[in-house]
């Protein structure tokens, strides 16, 4: 009887328990608890990330480029039109393509020369002979040539290490800068006109240069040369005009960008990276970015624009880049006095002021200098390349990455090299997508952006279109336009909330070459900082500028921007930029001698620049650290006070409430990173974790200020815009409180007033998105 | 055996049974479906709103009123800092409170008559005689008589019904109008002076009328006397200082606001709702809303503030309001030829130009009229009182609930009834929450607003402060300012998408006194208008101005706003609003007895908007619909086409992509609604809903353009801003069209073209945010 009932019993607890596993397992999945639970909370997959670094290739990014530069492909040109193709092909591609792709038009205000009639420089006699004529067109050196005599990489820029090289047949063919494509040295936006004057030299033309110049001599009618840097390229130009300069000439100087280096028989490429002495920088010469003659709209065939004549930011006289054999030329041929130290370059002549005009011993005394331009401007068609992978689970959430596709001359460094990795980025990510091995959470747009190199003009026009779109739902922008300066370490900017992710993809990657290095661990050697948080950690820079397409991103719509890319050893060069830039030599031929060989930094920064991406991609809470944030405005805040504590009091404004705000502003930030770490993300509404992530996602939002700065073109976010003060801290009161103190204006008091009281709304109404959701 | 066998196996199933179940309920809930699935699926509860109806009193809120105006409560006045600490304790009330209630304080510009020197508007002779004094004080009637000789409300807002009316004792006590904190009649903002010239009457100050008046007479150093309506209140007075006027008196014609009746002897209050012949309008005297000193700014004891002279659009010249019985002696007593037809009022004389001055019979001949202006401009801290109910599932949604507590005297309907419909529906609202039967999905916010009556700042200021955040999260702007302006039906005016809840809301609230018919059935026979796409409709307006504290949701904040109120049977009066308007009429007294005895009306609008508000926060879907925005823009677009195609066209200007663009926004919308039918929300992630939420939620924000209209502060939404070309059309492209169809140049046919480029982009931009989520 008992072992009847034990086994009863056992019989009974044995169905009881099927019973329940049945109940359980049987019958609850697919029925009560929603499929979507799971998705919803799934976290980035570290796998994948690992996978995505191992497929990234440093031979097709330099199959890319080699595609990518095959001709010239400045803005709107056929070549440029080719690049539109090939980028819409490779996004197409059914095996590594992306979910769409498409393109995109704008009719933009370009700026060309005459191709039937090229710019002139001339020196012209008073008899009107010409004694000498600047060159026209940049040197040519043929393939034999360059692989017959290639030098080995330079130190600075190709530390040692096991590039995996790609084999190319060595085809002997014309030389790149013999191309028709090639388009003539020029000012884009300078006006045509024929300006004839006494040459001066405006070292590099900046307003205090051609302040001091005028002391010295009449400048009414003079053509002034200046040289690269330290003044933007319109500038130039507009701060010469008001003292009567007529034309302006801009040439490198060797001692800014080639070290000092000038000769060509076996110091310039085609033996080094260096600039040949008939190389020019081109250029757009302007201030302002976007579209110039729709501001604020999308430059469609019917939207209105603005007359030409209410421009504003461009030479008001002809302008011509030079290279720095023509330009030594005329410079070491100058009369009047030896100008400062400061102005002198690399020519073995002293650089003098100009009479005005040459000295009485040369051969061009009392001659003129002439410049004849024939730019024209026109409207014409440019185009952006768009591509996405839809996210799974927030579409409505993008992550956004781009480049401009257009160059000036071949541009393989200035944009190719971006855009080859781009381009490798997608095509390893787009197969993991067409194999149905991964798809994004959230929504990822790929943005191959047309003339930049006329103002940034692709992205910009993109902005506006989609401004309420994007602004509503843009998680971040990566920017990667030149991927490699050169190849020593990695360099990146951004928002300070997103400097954690890319310090932990720069973690995970390894430096070009090396198994064992990480780009971290490298990159802490050349650039650092001691954060009050975190000790000595890479630094991070800050995205202050418009130099490249995340001005719009940042500037206007306020969406967290990065910009990533691989640079110099600065203790091995001076070079204000790897000096083939917007030159006929920036070729596949330069970047693969002489920048990048084997392409291992461009894959570094595929690599680093994908990582961040998939992060920000896939990441269940979004990777950005708002206490982050906080240290940078209380490194400001501490600047500002050092600096301006005193004067403002003197003029009654109180800068305490700017420390209010910045102290509720940190607290905000505590809070909220406190409740992150409070929370079990993965086991909450999916609501609660969307909620933290929009505070994230709007944070650089909450700064801009379209009343901040009504005459700057585009720059709202009131952190970030650009300043003339060069201090680092917070733009619009640093200039406000520099011109009121050099001024002593009461109205320019009451405009940093005004200034100091925008930026402490701005960052207590951040503090005010970080804190409680109610 | 069978037997033993059948009940072995009864049993294995019965204890299989128990296990299935167990381990069905038993386990599954709780360990691995979350909770949160059930609450974030969860729609609006109707069994609660029915709840909430039922439970909104009539008495309780005829018993908040006659708190709210026990004394006279002007911004920042100690009434005022009453009604303060009113509302505070009401939503602190720990059974009928909110979550949380605070005040919030800015300091702002406020402009006042002096107390101890009020201002005086007299006649005087050539001898410097005074002839005539103008009261100073409207005429005070005792609650005695009040009460004796009451006569019944007009059929006009007292339709037949079964008003539940509540008993309080008719105690006798001292007449409102002689309360101490009555303020003077005054125009705020108008500046001190003491102009003394000839009177001429000019209408209602539009720039027609001066214009015309000036080819009539010359009208350098003359005093206008204007009356209310056709004109904003700043307006008479800055139309009228080009021509050389001095001084501008403005009242308010019997015609107007009476229905010609003028008597207080048995016509006007107290023996109807009619306005006393003493009885003065005051109001604020600008264009602008919010502070004036810190546009954009939060009013802050650090905020900058501009300069006094830098303020535009108030008066330039001493104005000052005065009642029809003054009027009537001065008009009446004008010479110089008969004025127009269209600007005779209801006085039985003829309204004279005047000489300039009076007419030779005249006792005051060759006399002046001499203003005494004492205003001063004065920094007072205004409080807003804010409260809040926590949301549940999208605490970072809000639904914002506002009206403005300050009045010009006791202010009983205007904004008092809108208080106490405010206060009924958070002591409902409140009870449910504090009892645990109710909280809402999304936040609600309650705004108790000060300073509106100076130019909605306090709202304005609110905005300002917190701008990211609201601009973020905010679902929706509920304004109920003046409840009831009479009982004869609703009305409602909102952004198009909010229509759909609005008339949702007013079907289920029945009429004031009636069991039967619904506030939708009533409100159809008063204002109606055919839509395309439902018929015949009630008709809810536009949000196209800046009358009430809407203004910085909708126009600012690109919030969907809604404003809901009672209001006239438009066949039985033609007064311009309720003839106690911000007079020393518009009391307890007055609303009891003549506005909404029984307060019914009063019932009904709370009933209505807590519906609507209800709705709002509660649906699983946000009760939005964007393909009626589809229909308003299309009407819009008409009639654009209508007017402007030609005149366009002949500038070269065309405008298809208007069209193009309205037609993307219908298919956008269209795509929508069918991506909502097509889904099963309740079962889908919760990030979808949200995702479709926040579509709708941010429609209203992608019409904004901070550029569109410059110079009018808080003007942003291109569909919505304010308008005087008085076309049903979108408002920058008509007013920029009118022009230069006027003017003809060629710079005001640039800004037609570039208005409607800014109008299309906007257009395009919503639609784009209704498309795809990518």
């Known amino acids: 009887m008992l072992k009847k009932v034990l086994l009863g019993s056992l019989g009974a607890v044995l169905v009881l328990t099927a019973g329940i596993l049945l109940g359980h397992f049987g019958i609850q999945r697919g029925s009560t608890t929603p499929d979507w639970v799971v998705d919803v909370t799934q976290d980035v997959d570290e796998a994948l990330i690992q996978k995505f670094i191992a497929e990234v290739d440093n031979i097709a990014i330099q199959e890319n480029l080699r595609e990518l530069t095959k001709v010239p492909h400045m803005a709107t040109s056929p070549g440029d039109e080719k690049t539109v193709q090939y980028m819409l092909k490779r996004w197409q591609d059914p095996e590594t393509g992306l979910d769409q792709a498409w393109r995109e038009e704008y009719k933009v205000y370009l700026s060309f020369p005459d191709p039937n009639t090229p710019n002139k420089v001339t020196v012209v006699s008073p008899s009107d002979a010409v004694l000498y004529t600047a060159r026209e067109k940049e040197k040519a050196y043929s393939s034999d040539q360059e692989d017959a005599e290639v030098v080995q990489p330079y130190a600075a820029y190709a530390p040692a290490g096991h590039p995996k090289v790609g084999l190319y047949p060595p085809t002997h063919r014309q030389a790149d800068q013999e ?9 884009a936006y300078a006006p ?39 003044e933007g390229r319109a500038g130039k130009a507009i701060n010469a005009a008001p003292y009567g300069v007529i034309g302006v000439l801009v040439y490198t100087d060797p001692w800014d960008i080639n070290d000092g280096k000038m000769s060509d028989n076996n110091e310039t490429y085609p033996y080094s990276w260096y600039m040949p002495p008939s190389g020019v920088e081109r250029g757009s010469f302007n201030t302002h970015y976007g579209d110039m003659l729709t501001p604020y709209l999308a430059a469609k065939d019917d939207t209105y624009r603005i007359p030409e004549k209410n421009i504003t930011g461009i030479p008001p006289i002809p302008t011509q880049p030079i290279g720095f054999e023509d330009a030594y030329a005329l410079i070491c041929e100058l009369g009047g006095e030896p100008a400062p130290s400061e102005w002198q370059g690399a020519f073995n002549c002293t650089y003098n002021f100009g009479g005005p005009g040459f000295k009485p011993t040369s051969n061009f005394n009392n001659s003129d200098v002439k410049l004849d331009i024939y730019n024209r401007e026109e409207l014409k068609n440019s185009a952006n390349v768009m591509g996405v992978i839809r996210g799974s689970v927030e579409p409505d959430r993008y992550v ?21 990795v781009m381009l490798e980025v997608t095509r390893v990510l787009g197969r993991m997508v067409k194999q149905g091995k991964w798809r994004p959470r959230r929504s990822i747009i790929f943005g191959s952006w047309g003339a930049e190199e006329f103002g940034l003009i692709g992205s910009t026009e993109y902005t506006e279109e989609y401004y309420s779109k ?7 922008y990566i920017n990667v336009d030149i991927a490699v300066f050169a190849n020593a370490t990695l360099r990146a900017s951004g928002s300070p909330s997103a400097q954690s992710v890319i310090l932990k993809a720069s973690k995970q990657v390894k430096t070009p070459g090396s198994d064992s290095t990480s780009v971290y661990d490298n990159w802490i050697r050349y650039f650092n900082r001691t954060s009050p948080a975190y000790g000595v950690i890479p630094n991070v820079g800050f995205l202050t500028g418009a130099g490249s397409d995340y001005a719009a991103f940042i500037h206007f719509l306020g969406i967290t921007s990065m910009d990533i890319s691989y640079t110099y ?14 030159t ?6 330069y970047a693969s001698k002489f920048i990048d060989p084997g392409f291992t930094s461009h894959q570094t920064v595929a690599r680093t620049a994908g990582n961040v991406l998939m992060r920000l991609a896939d990441s269940l809470l979004l990777p950005f650290n708002c206490s982050d944030y906080a240290e940078t405005l209380e490194g400001y805040l501490n600047k500002a006070m050092e600096l301006y504590t005193d004067g403002l009091a003197a003029h009654m404004i109180a800068i305490e409430p700017l420390q209010n705000a910045v102290r509720n502003f940190r607290s905000a930030a505590a809070r909220l990173d406190q409740l992150i770490r409070d929370s079990d993300l993965a086991n ?9 992530n929009d505070q994230l996602m709007l944070l650089d939002r909450a700064f801009l200020d379209p009343g901040a700065f009504p005459d700057r073109y585009g720059f709202r976010h009131v952190i970030w815009a650009s300043s003339k003060a060069g201090q680092a801290t917070f733009p619009g009161l640093a200039d406000a409180y520099t011109r009121a103190r050099s001024t002593g204006l009461d109205s320019d ?14 960052i207590q109404g951040a503090a005010h998105t970080l804190g409680d959701a109610i």
Chains 1, 2 share one sequence.
């Open 192 to 230: 045509a006109g024929h300006p004839k004057g006494r040459l001066v030299y405006a070292n590099q033309g900046k307003p205090s240069d051609y302040f001091l110049l005028n002391q010295t001599l009449d400048l009414t009618g003079t053509i002034a040369i200046t040289r690269y840097g330290g």
């Open 470 to 476: 994007l602004s509503e739902r843009s998680v971040a």
């Open 584 to 589: 006929a030599y920036d070729t596949f031929d």
């Open 569 to 582: 050893d600065r203790t091995k060069t001076r070079a204000r930029i790897y000096p083939a830039y917007h």
């Open 179 to 187: 191309d028709p494509g090639v388009v003539q040295p020029y000012a």
């Open 684 to 692: 909450e509404t999916p609501l609660k974790v969307r909620r933290i």
């Open 400 to 420: 956004i990455y781009g480049n401009h596709r257009d160059s000036w001359v071949h541009g393989a460094i200035d944009p190719s090299s971006g855009t080859s």
């Open 749 to 762: 008091w009451k405009e940093a007033h005004r200034q100091l009281s925008i930026l402490i709304q701005a």
